[in-house]
Every structure is written in C-alpha cells, then in structure tokens.
C-alpha cells in the first residue's frame, strides 16, 4: 500500500513538472498591439462598429482588417488616440459612426414584456435586470444606448428614450474657456 502511495506522488510530480515545462515552453503570446488597442476603446461592447465588442474591433484594427474610425460612441478623440498609436493619418469617422445620436436609454414597456429573457442575454452591460416568465426592467445608469436589445425582443416591447442633458443627464457641457498664451506663460514661471 506505500509503495502504490509513493508511485501515484512520483507520477504526480512527474506529470506535474512534464505539464509546467510544456506551459512555459508553448506559452503563446498576445498581440501587445491589440491590448493597446483595447485599451482605448471605450469597452461599451455596442457593436454599433460592425464587430461583436471592443476586443473583436482592437483584434482587427491590430492585423489592419479594420478601419480606425469605426467607434461612433468614442468619436474623434479615440479615432486620433488610435491614429497616434498606429502612427497613421487621421481619418474623418464613418458615416454611420459620424452621425450624432444624442444619449439615450432602452425602456421597457413592462405591460406588453413576456418575460423572455432574450434582451438581457443581448445586452452586453448586463444593464437589464429579470428573470425567465417575469417582467424585466433596465437599470438606466448602466445603459450605453447600445440599441443591442432591440433586435431580439419578439414583442416589441423595448423603446429608446433620449435622456436629457443637464446637471442630472448624461454629458452635461461644462463651459469652456480658452487658455491664452499669456496665461500659459504665467503659469510656467510660477510653477
């Protein structure tokens, strides 16, 4: 009985050690790029660019089978930090990404919802909330505007509703001031 006690830890040992030398000698590295790429995404997961999320997206733009200005929720500002990176030319966005959507938010109508669940597994924030025969609800701070659960409802009951800017919406427009370059000036010298 010691002996098969010893014979299963030596195989163990064994196995173990032929199994870690293999991890490190197959170890298969990521693409650096696509992490940096990722990175700046805004990690959304709309799919408004034609991909199923933001890493699918930083894969293709990474092995140059995408186009840079695909992101309508990141706008310019990520299509020139993505310019930046790959050291290409800025691009105007795409048409579809260039068209300004104002902020807006699923809603469900709660009387006509049947309670499939198939939003909710659509929903890439996981931003609605129920369970299967009940009636689900979005929770309106974790919605992007993504419009991913509109397809899959089979009764319609999904609408989009613009949210109101302002001090309590979405994006409310701080004012901004230019700095002229005396005040630049002012600065460097006291600092």
Known sequence: ???ALLVMIGLAVALGAVLGFASLKFKVEGNPLVEKVDAILPQIQC???GFPGCKPYAEAIASGK???NLCAP???AVM???ADLLGVEPQPLA???ARPKPKQVA????QICIGCTLCFQACPVDAIVGAAKQVHTVL???CTGCELCLPPCPVDCITMVPVEEGLNGWKWNYPVYPISDDARKDVEVTS
Do not use: F, P, T, V
């Open 80 to 82: 020139k930090r993505l």
């Open 66 to 68: 995408a186009a840079i």
């Open 74 to 76: 990141g706008g310019e």
């Open 47 to 49: 799919g408004q660019c």
């Open 95 to 97: 048409a579809e990404a």
């Open 140 to 142: 309106d701070s974790e």
């Open 1 to 3: 009985m010691l002996n």
């Open 107 to 110: 809603l469900i109508d709660e």
